[in-house]
């Protein structure tokens, strides 16, 4: 079992810069890979960076440049760093675990105000 506690979220202007971090702790040996997602009401949640134990990342065309994830295994961390922030980038951001199966956190919300 692995739980997953998300912060950093909150209200920023457009332009500006947040880091969200999430905290992985229980039971497990290792952490595959570790990702954020996002969602909107009423949308689909989508992938916004991925990366996995070896430190190999991938984005989403929509933040490329401007966001950057990485993790500290020691401390079974992982962020995301995000800044240039878009009215469009406001969303409840999800992290998310796959060990032995897949875990998610209970969200943060970011909100960028245009």
């Known amino acids: 079992q692995v739980q997953l506690v998300e912060s950093g979220g909150g209200l920023v202007q457009a332009g500006g810069s947040l880091r969200l971090s999430c905290v992985a702790s229980g039971s497990f040996f290792s952490i595959n890979y570790m990702a954020w997602y996002r969602q909107n009401l009423g949308k689909q949640r989508e992938l916004v960076a991925a990366?996995?134990?070896?430190?190999?990342?991938n984005y989403a065309d929509s933040v490329k440049g401007r966001f950057t994830i990485s993790r500290d295994n020691a401390k079974k961390t992982v962020y995301l760093q995000m800044n240039s922030l878009k009215p469009e980038d406001t969303a409840i951001y999800y992290c998310?675990?796959?060990?032995?199966?897949?875990?998610w956190g209970q969200g943060t919300q970011v909100t960028v105000s245009s």
């Open positions: 998310y675990a796959l060990s032995t199966g897949g875990y």
């Open positions: 990366i996995t134990s070896g430190g190999s990342t």
